[in-house]
Each structure stands twice: as structure tokens, then as C-alpha cells.
């Protein structure tokens, strides 16, 4: 089960890893605005900066997951997986927000949400034993 944990994990990290890309790197971006539902420029240009700074709480999302991971793989599991959970936690909170507040972004949100969701479970499974 440990395995498993550390794939979804892994796996939630990298696609917070890549949100970051599109909300921080790559907002100007016409594939980044038609995935956000950004039509024009000046929309782009007016949610530039929130979406800069919204990338980057994705970034730490994956970076507190990935300390943990590492931590975990370092036998220091009971810290390992407070920040695992952390982690994951944040991003399956953050996916629900996403969802419940613009449901037409449903399959983002579930997209966010479903390899941490699936790290908790096989996390608490592992970690409780």
C-alpha cells in the first residue's frame, strides 16, 4: 500500500506542478486561457496576477507533498505523512472549492482532486497500521 500512496501522491504533485506551469508560466497562453475559460486579452490581462499568485499555492501544494514523500522514503514516516496529508488534504479541499464554486469547470476540478483523494485513502490504509 505504501507504493500506491506514494504514486497517487507523486501523481498529485505533478499535476499541481503543472497547474502552476499554466496559472504562472503560461497564462497568456491561448491553450491555457481556452482551458480556464479565458476568452479575450483583456480578461487574461485583468486575472494575470491572481492567477500568478494562485499558481504558485499550487506549487507549494506539490512541494510540502513531495517533502513528505521524500521524508517517508527517509523512515521518517510519522513526519512524512503529516505532510503528505497535508498536502494531498489541501489540494482535495482546494478541488472541492473549485467544483462547488464553478461546476462548468467540473472536469478540472475532479482532475485536482481525485489523485490526492486516492493518495488519503491508500495513506490512511498504510499509515494506521
Given at each position: 500500500?505504501?507504493?500506491?500512496?506514494?504514486i497517487f501522491?507523486?501523481?498529485?504533485?505533478v499535476i499541481?506542478?503543472?497547474?502552476?506551469?499554466l496559472e504562472?508560466?503560461?497564462?497568456?497562453q491561448?491553450?491555457?486561457?481556452?482551458a480556464?475559460?479565458?476568452?479575450?486579452?483583456?480578461?487574461?490581462a485583468?486575472?494575470k496576477?491572481?492567477?500568478?499568485?494562485?499558481?504558485?499555492y499550487?506549487?507549494?501544494?506539490?512541494?510540502?507533498?513531495?517533502t513528505?514523500?521524500a521524508?517517508?522514503?527517509?523512515?521518517?514516516?510519522?513526519?512524512g505523512?503529516?505532510?503528505?496529508?497535508?498536502?494531498?488534504?489541501s489540494?482535495v479541499?482546494?478541488?472541492?472549492?473549485?467544483?462547488l464554486?464553478?461546476?462548468?469547470?467540473?472536469?478540472?476540478?475532479?482532475?485536482?482532486l481525485a489523485a490526492?483523494?486516492?493518495?488519503?485513502i491508500?495513506?490512511v490504509?498504510?499509515?494506521t497500521?
Amino acid at each position: 500500500m505504501l507504493l500506491t500512496t506514494m504514486i497517487f501522491a507523486g501523481l498529485a504533485a505533478v499535476i499541481h506542478v503543472y497547474i502552476f506551469i499554466l496559472e504562472s508560466l503560461r497564462w497568456d497562453q491561448a491553450s491555457t486561457r481556452a482551458a480556464f475559460g479565458i476568452h479575450s486579452d483583456a480578461e487574461a490581462a485583468a486575472t494575470k496576477p491572481m492567477a500568478f499568485n494562485q499558481g504558485f499555492y499550487n506549487l507549494f501544494l506539490a512541494i510540502l507533498t513531495l517533502t513528505g514523500m521524500a521524508f517517508v522514503l527517509g523512515s521518517s514516516t510519522t513526519i512524512g505523512a503529516t505532510l503528505i496529508f497535508a498536502g494531498t488534504g489541501s489540494m482535495v479541499a482546494a478541488g472541492l472549492v473549485l467544483l462547488l464554486s464553478s461546476p462548468k469547470l467540473a472536469r478540472a476540478a475532479l482532475t485536482q482532486l481525485a489523485a490526492p483523494a486516492l493518495a488519503i485513502i491508500f495513506g490512511v490504509i498504510t499509515f494506521t497500521r
